[in-house]
């Protein structure tokens, strides 16, 4: 059994070579561009875990984590469109760089790509994980609309928000798994209980960036602290928040959302905490922690397999950056 | 064998459907607008009609023809954001009546429910449809970029001109032909002669779209004529007038491409006519559509079979609208 940091320094060495032809050049080097641009790996190592959770890990796997990685790649170039984000970890987003439309084709570029590393996967498999592919694909951008759809919505329900973030966040992280577990050979029950995991980890891990977002420490996070207040998200926090404030707080978090004043994010945290939304956060958090893990336990092969994914689990909810 | 008119009601009644989920309304709503907006379905018909070449066309052949024409859709939906295009067909195009981001993910869906359909193709032929499908549409993708590039290139070849058309319209119709011999059982050699062939009818093709813009009846062609000369688009009639016109004609094309003069469409059209483009136009789709003639000759099967081939080949050049 290897651990996430182990496979990711493997899924690295395989995917860092140049994956897209050289010509034409204005098609194909923003693509290139972009994957340089680095990125945690999470999704397509997760791919490789599940694998190993059930089997040696097959070069098959390697394909799909590609597959997977390149997707993730495509829909961070086309929100980047969408929000109009002019840098991405500091680097100039692809359409800042080259142009909308060239952003645009590139992304589609990069999706079909993925489909050509699928398109390695053995016959026997290959049914099963397009069909995954496809579905979870779908469902990405479902999230990405309803995200889009909020941004217009004065009143988002936290099981909206649920619906939403399993959507764009949650069902890739879960069918990376699922798919690797396919490839290696698992049957439905033990497949399905890895998604499951798959998908309350992908919550957990979202409410922990939330978190970060608004309580961590900017030196360790490496982003600015509130930025998701001064662009007025509705993140789990806010929704609950709304939810739970009394008259004059939930009046004045909503004029605060709709103003840049200098002392906003200082505002909106000090609600936030006479509200007890970072409890709060800790709790949901470990709720969703707990389920996954439940799924996890009910995997049926021996506990010592299941350790690398308890571990990144345990990363991932609760690192501090 | 069924004509091309039999087989497009046929393809019409199966593509006719909702194809796509209920919800998000906001996502998918605007997938069923475009495609109710209709098109000629040459593409996915043909992709019947390489099947019939060879068999009975197979329920996998409708699968792949809807694969097929949700492509060609999604690329006119991108293409449109691209274009900054207000209208098709009379209609509003998606970014028009949805929004942009809205349009950029309509279409992002639509490409992943092509492959959705394709993975409805028995196992057998899988792994080479979907071979030959994304070769494809990473061609298409890397036809747009050139076409883009080429605007802001002064100067653009007769044979970069082919190149590109080739990519973004040629290979399209080659392939669906090819997909449909294949899922028909072609050998290697029967499926290469029906791709070339639908390589060299779809330049023709062009030509004659081309042809038509400039010298056509608008009564018949149901455009405005001149749609491309008012577009300053570097089309086939262009590139050759710019190619053989003396210096004071070169002049006066070159400075009628930088404005929009009333006589505009008027005058391009009269030094066209005094290069003799019409009639280098209608030679050059003759010269395609003897090689793609050729091409069909060669194809191992009884001459009855190609009749319905020949009949769409000799109406997509030689049609008036």
Redesign the interface.
């Known amino acids: 059994m290897h651990s996430f940091q182990e496979l990711s320094v493997d899924f690295t060495r395989h995917f860092n070579v140049r994956l897209f032809p050289l010509q ?1 050049q ?2 194909y080097d923003p693509c290139e561009y972009f994957l340089t641009m680095g990125g945690k790996r999470i999704r397509p190592v997760m791919c490789l875990m599940g694998n190993e959770l059930f089997d040696e890990i097959l070069p098959d796997a390697f394909e799909v984590a590609t597959a997977v990685e390149l997707f993730h790649n495509f829909t961070l170039i ?1 929100d980047d ?2 929000d109009k984000a002019p840098l991405r970890r500091g680097m100039d987003t692809v359409h800042t760089k080259f142009g ?3 952003a ?2 590139s ?3 990069m ?3 993925a ?2 590393h ?2 390695k996967v053995r ?1 026997t498999y ?2 099963k994980i ?2 995954l592919f ?1 579905k979870t ?2 469902e990405v ?2 999230g ?3 995200d ?2 909020f941004e217009k919505t004065e009143f988002v329900t936290f099981d909206d928000y649920i619906k939403m973030i399993g959507l764009k966040t949650s069902v890739l992280m879960a069918s990376s798994l699922k798919m690797g577990a396919i490839l290696g050979g698992a049957g439905g029950s033990n497949a399905d209980h890895l998604y499951q995991f798959g998908l309350n980890l992908g919550i957990a891990f979202q409410v922990q960036d939330d978190y970060l977002d608004a309580f961590g420490d900017p030196q360790k996070f490496g982003k600015q602290v509130g930025g998701d207040i001064l662009a007025n998200k509705k993140t789990f926090l806010m929704i609950h928040a709304l939810d739970v404030a009394n008259e004059d707080q939930k009046n004045e978090l909503n004029d605060l959302l709709k103003v840049n004043e200098p002392d906003k994010v200082e505002r909106v945290l000090s609600i936030f905490e006479i509200c007890g939304v970072d409890e709060w956060a800790r709790q949901l958090k470990e709720k969703y922690i707990a389920v996954a893990f439940q799924h996890l336990e009910d995997i049926a092969v021996v506990s010592v397999r299941k350790k690398p994914l308890h571990d990144l689990a345990n990363f991932l909810v609760h690192r501090d950056y």
């Open positions: 034409p204005s098609l086309h469109i969408m909308e439309s060239t645009l084709l992304g589609d570029v999706l079909i790509q489909y050509e699928l398109n016959t290959l049914h397009l069909a496809n694909a779908a951008c479902e990405q609309q309803l889009m759809d």
